[in-house]
């Protein structure tokens, strides 16, 4: 800790704080558009269900590569973003989606 007049800590920081926006912007400054939260489709539907057999269904959750979508994009639950991932796997593996796409 170094020892400065005023007392306060200094953690070498540079100018000593976040910076702020001057109040009311710049001229045409427009608020950010607000996002509703994504809700997980099967935790508000539950008679969706995740099973491998139906690659209709998993077919909104892999891109037209065959890459799984990330669930900050979907919107799915950590749970069901594991359960989604290991479903993709097995019908990647038993031939029902495809690993990869030309």
Do not use: W
Request: aromatic content about 6%.
């Amino acid at each position: 800790m170094s020892d400065n007049s005023e007392g306060r800590k200094d953690n070498g920081g540079g100018s000593g704080g976040a910076r702020r926006r001057p109040m009311g912007g710049p001229p045409g400054f427009r608020r950010p558009f607000f996002r509703r939260r994504k809700v997980c489709p099967f935790c508000a539907d539950k008679s969706l269900k995740i099973e491998y057999k139906d690659p209709k269904m998993m077919g909104r959750f892999i891109t037209e590569r065959g890459k799984m979508v990330p669930s900050r994009i979907t919107g799915v639950c950590a749970q069901h973003q594991r359960g989604l991932a290991k479903a993709i796997k097995q019908a990647r593996h038993i031939a029902l989606l495809p690993f990869l796409v030309k």
